[in-house]
Antibody, heavy 123, light 110 residues
Framework: QVQLQESGPGLVKPSETLSLTCTVS??????????WNWVRQPPGKGLEWIGY???????NYKPSLKSRVTISVDTSKNQFSLKLSSVTAADTAVYYC???????????????WGQGTMVTVSS | QSVLTQPPSASGTPGQRVTISCSGS????????VNWYQQFPGTAPNLLIN???QRPSGVPDRFSGSKSGSSASLAISGLQSEDEADYYC???????????FGGGTKLTVL
């Protein structure tokens, strides 16, 4: 059974870079059937898609975050990562990694989610 | 302001049927599939309905999804207390070239 687990600092200072890693177990980030995503949820608010990466390294980011976001993949460690630069308090949120099945030829649903990790931006 | 529009709240009594709407546009719901997620407080969202009306394994058949034009709906029949949760719709948006979510609907079982 595929599982995702986020890891990284829970506290980041304003203007610094938020860095998180998602470790995939029971499956492979090198599979051609999936896109690997980051989604976040500010406290008390809704879900926001950040972006995804394919095992080839191809990425797609939410336009409003594109200038600050980098998602990378490490197939040797079966992990993918998120970097969000120049953070502000508005970036405080629970960050989830999630898998999307693309084997049908279109962007499917987020079928597997990590448990989420809370990141607070504060000095 | 979310791209997909959901009512912020919905409610029903045990045994009732409730529906949650999700309104979009030609660039998202009308031209792409809709997925629904259920989220309990303090936990990650869970896929409830994919591809407009498909239930993943393990999801009770009390949950059903439909789509018409640029709108979609989630229906829950035989409402149970354990259905009390937040529900989100989501779809790909061709104009934004990304995933868009609804703002979420908090379902209360009275």
């Amino acid at each position: 059974q595929v599982q995702l687990q986020e890891s990284g600092p829970g506290l980041v200072k304003p203007s610094e870079t938020l860095s998180l890693t998602c470790t995939v177990s029971g499956g492979s980030v090198s599979s051609s059937n999936y896109y690997w995503n980051w989604v976040r949820q500010p406290p008390g608010k809704g879900l926001e898609w950040i972006g995804y990466i394919y095992y080839t390294g191809s990425t797609n980011y939410k336009p409003s975050l594109k200038s600050r976001v980098t998602i990378s993949v490490d197939t040797s460690k079966n992990q993918f990562s998120l970097k969000l630069s120049s953070v502000t308090a508005a970036d405080t949120a629970v960050y989830y990694c999630a898998r999307v099945d693309v084997s049908s030829g279109y962007f499917g649903a987020f079928d597997i989610w990590g448990q989420g990790t809370m990141v607070t931006v504060s000095s | 302001q979310s791209v997909l529009t959901q009512p912020p709240s919905a409610s029903g009594t045990p045994g009732q049927r409730v529906t949650i709407s999700c309104s979009g546009s030609s660039s998202n719901i009308e031209s792409n599939t809709v997925n629904w997620y259920q989220q309990f407080p303090g936990t990650a969202p869970n896929l409830l309905i994919n591809s407009n009306n498909q239930r993943p394994s393990g999801v009770p058949d009390r949950f059903s999804g439909s789509k018409s034009g640029s709108s979609a709906s989630l229906a829950i029949s035989g409402l149970q207390s354990e259905d009390e949760a937040d529900y989100y719709c989501a779809s790909w948006d061709d104009s934004l070239d990304g995933v868009v979510f609804g703002g979420g609907t908090k379902l209360t079982v009275l």
